[in-house]
């Protein structure tokens, strides 16, 4: 990412910085609202350009957290978001897809949907962000009412939900533990998804909590944010209704709480480890390529301006500056950064700022092709990195992590 003197202000500018069952999902209640307009949910499914979509490609998509805390244990730190986009990107990079853990006779059909989720480094007004923002409020579970939206009444404003996906993770008294907007439903400014903050994370913050201590709540909402429904569709009663994926088995059980390898009900093995049943956590592990085809056709047909986004998740060097940065090698003790380009050797510098924008550490880099970039003593958590060449800047976002 290259950007002007912008970062360097940042110290002045610390504000920008900072700023269910009991249901493990909301869905079904707005399963209700599709019933009564069902023809919307049709609209929605059938109305997809399929020629729209590469399914080999790798997206790159960026998420703004927004912390909405009325409690101080509710203002959750860096590490414990990064833990729970990392445990969103091993979900849907099919990391998890392991033989251990999917059933044979699912093996085939169970996939990586390669999506990369990033936290925005851009945020609306172009300036750099951590791709977090942070707001104290007054009103009690704000996670339950749509006042969670909107500024005006006591919560936060969405950033731009074409560009973004926005995460809200408050308090929620229990209503449920997370929820999501179906594409084309939900007003713009309430887009995006609601994550009950004592659900919010990964095992390393989460454990002990339950069965949904591993960060997956976020996994499964993010199926329903790009049009995932559950395996059993609107109706348990019977195994008249489904999810309206070829590939996935009716059901007749949400499986809530279990951790079965296999079970059976509706004439087939089920599905118990697909992020769209409510088992426990520790045995969710895959998507299947139906679920991929249609999570991918509805980015592209009501979500495409997500990739219109610019943000960089990685520090690949980009061939179109004639200067860059890239990290070569991460260690524990630190990163090792390699430089691209021209560079005046009396002025070149590398500084490191935390997300404050104060300046933690400077070395000379006049003459270096690397340069190593010592985090031993870091906390975890969000860092720029900026490398200066007397003519221009470059900033990097680090995850120390
Ligand atoms: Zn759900």
């Not at 700023?19 to 059938?46: S, W």
């Not at 390699?338 to 002025?347: A, T």
Request: aromatic share 10%; charged share 20%.
């Amino acid at each position: 990412m290259r950007s002007s003197l912008i970062l360097v202000l940042l110290c002045f500018l610390s504000p920008l910085m900072h700023a269910q069952d009991l249901k493990p999902c909301f869905f079904e209640n707005t399963q209700e609202r599709y019933g009564a307009n069902q023809h919307l949910m049709d609209a929605v499914i059938n109305n997809i350009d399929v020629g729209k979509v590469d399914t080999r490609q790798e997206l790159v998509i960026p998420v703004v957290v927004h912390v909405v805390y009325r409690l101080d244990s509710e203002d959750i730190p860096d590490e414990q978001i990064l833990e729970q986009i990392e445990v969103l990107n091993t979900a849907f990079s099919g990391e998890s897809l392991t033989s251990a853990q999917v059933p044979k006779v699912f093996s085939s059909s169970s996939t990586a949907v390669n999506f990369q989720f990033c936290l925005a480094d851009t945020d609306p007004s172009g300036l750099p962000t951590s791709g977090i923002t942070r707001k104290e409020v007054e009103l009690l579970n704000i996670g339950a009412s749509s006042n969670l939206f909107y500024d005006d009444f006591g919560g936060k404003d969405a950033w731009d939900t074409d560009r973004y996906i926005n995460i809200w993770v408050a308090e929620t008294g229990g209503l449920f533990i997370g929820k999501a907007s179906f594409p084309g439903v939900d007003p713009k400014p309430e887009q995006g998804i609601v994550m009950d903050v004592n659900f919010f994370g990964g095992l390393k913050s989460l454990s002990g909590t339950g069965s949904f201590d591993e960060g997956k709540t976020l996994v499964h909402e993010m199926g329903h944010y790009f049009g995932l429904e559950h395996l059993w569709g609107s109706d348990l009663s019977d195994c008249s209704s489904e999810d309206g994926i070829a590939d996935t088995p009716k059901t007749g059980s949400t499986y809530l709480n279990t951790c079965l390898d296999q079970s059976f009900s509706c004439g087939s093995t089920d599905m118990t480890g697909n992020y769209m049943m409510y088992t426990s956590d520790a045995c969710l592990h895959y998507f299947t390529k139906g679920q991929k085809e249609r999570m991918r056709l509805i980015l592209a047909q009501y979500r495409s301006d997500l990739l219109s986004t610019n943000t960089n998740c990685d520090s690949g060097f980009n061939q179109e500056d004639a200067f860059s940065l890239k990290k070569i090698q991460s260690g524990p003790n630190g990163i090792l950064f390699g430089l691209h380009g021209p560079i005046d050797p009396s002025k070149a510098q590398a500084l490191l700022y935390d997300t404050k924008g104060c300046l933690l550490w400077n070395k000379e880099v006049s003459s270096l092709e690397q340069f190593y970039l010592p985090m031993q003593e870091r906390a975890f958590g969000m860092y720029f990195l900026v490398v200066s060449t007397g003519e221009e800047l470059i900033s990097e976002r680090i995850v120390w992590y």
